[in-house]
């Protein structure tokens, strides 16, 4: 098994950043993609942002030059920091991972962190 433990979530006025963690423990060996998600009020689930264990990564349209996904292997954690948040960014942000791609949702999810901005 797989435990994912977000933190770094809050509220912050539009065109501030804000960084979100994702820490993974357990059966590592059986994680390659990392990612994030965020579900937002009456919307489907979007995937925000993906990175696999070498490196290579890709963005929703909506985040594109502003979140920047990354990733430390050594302590098994994904970043997303993300600057000029907008009001349609508030979302929950969840942490996913498994072995193959993200598009589907990974194996593994954490339990969710508030984003909100205020405008």
């Known amino acids: 098994q797989v435990q994912l433990v977000e933190s770094g979530g809050g509220l912050v006025q539009a065109g501030g950043s804000l960084r979100l963690s994702c820490a993974a423990s357990?059966?590592?060996?059986?994680?390659?993609?990392m990612g994030w998600y965020r579900r937002a009020p009456g919307k489907q689930r979007e995937l925000v942002a993906a990175?696999?264990?070498?490196?290579?990564?890709n963005y929703a349209d909506s985040v594109k030059g502003r979140f920047t996904i990354s990733r430390d292997n050594a302590k098994n954690t994904v970043y997303l920091q993300m600057n000029s948040l907008k009001p349609e960014d508030t979302a929950v942000y969840y942490c996913?991972?498994?072995?193959?791609?993200?598009?589907?949702?990974?194996?593994?999810w954490g339990q969710g962190t508030q984003v909100t901005v205020s405008s």
């Open positions: 996913t991972a498994g072995m193959y791609g993200l598009e589907y949702g990974g194996d593994h």
């Open positions: 357990g059966s590592i060996f059986s994680i390659n993609s």
């Open positions: 990175i696999t264990r070498g490196g290579n990564s």
